[in-house]
């Protein structure tokens, strides 16, 4: 069974660009993390969906960033328009019902210029 | 709200021996998951063990085992005849069961070095 599945594993991308990062979660999980990852903050929730619908974005830095889930098996997260401090590494997780446990995707790292 | 502590940024041991990973935690709640994860260089994020809070036995993958103290707050990872294929970035991850939706709460991560 495919695990979950992120794209793209890499973007460089120039400062005010646009970035779209997809995620497409393990089949039949119904709850979607979105984690990024820097060496001085660790790992930090940015936000998380059950059945679709956005639970909790207190961790989104600001409204540069927006994350949709339009169906069950496909996300994404928005960077409009990026910075440089937001060079990260950025995981999708899923996970089924209240107890499953998350799983990961291989992360995207992205780097802007 | 919940904190993961792990005080050893860095360990270190050698293939065939064996090596603890600490880890503690702060919760005022009574049912929750521990997990530990391991993060090689490649980045992935790979789930090594999961404890439930209301399971006294500690769990045991292979080579991998807790020592789960609830009482203490303490989450400990024993890796038993180390493998070099072990390095990697170790966090450990607290999830509350108290609410209806719970997300992970992670450690800073604590880098095993295995030499040969």
């Known amino acids: 069974d495919a695990g979950v599945i992120q794209s793209p594993r890499h973007e460089v991308t120039e400062m005010g660009q646009e970035v779209t990062l997809r995620c497409k979660p393990i089949?039949?999980?119904?709850?979607l993390f979105w984690y990024r990852q820097t060496m001085m903050r660790g790992l930090e929730l940015l936000i998380y969906f059950n059945n679709n619908v956005p639970i909790d974005d207190s961790g989104m830095p600001e409204d540069r960033f927006s994350a949709k889930m339009p169906n069950a098996s496909f996300s994404t997260l928005k960077i409009q328009p990026s910075e440089p401090r937001d060079s990260a590494v950025y995981f999708c997780?899923?996970?089924?019902?209240?107890?499953?446990?998350?799983?990961f995707g291989p992360g995207t790292r992205l780097l802007v210029l | 709200a919940q904190t993961v502590t792990q005080s050893q940024p860095e360990m270190s041991v050698q293939e065939a021996e064996t090596v603890t990973l600490s880890c503690t935690y702060d919760?005022?709640?009574?049912?929750?998951?521990l997990f530990w994860y391991k993060q090689p260089p490649s980045r992935q994020m790979i789930l090594v063990i999961r404890q439930e809070a209301y399971k006294q036995q500690n769990a045991t993958e292979n080579r991998f085992s807790v020592n789960f103290q609830k009482a203490a707050k303490s989450f400990s990872l024993k890796i038993s005849d180390s493998q070099l294929g072990d390095a990697a970035m170790y966090f450990c991850a607290y999830r509350s069961l108290s609410s209806g939706y719970s997300t992970l709460t992670f450690g800073k991560g604590t880098m095993l070095l295995v030499s040969p």
């Open positions: 997780a899923s996970s089924q019902g209240r107890r499953g446990t998350q799983y």
């Open positions: 089949s039949g999980h119904n709850s």
């Open positions: 919760t005022s709640e009574s049912d929750y998951y």
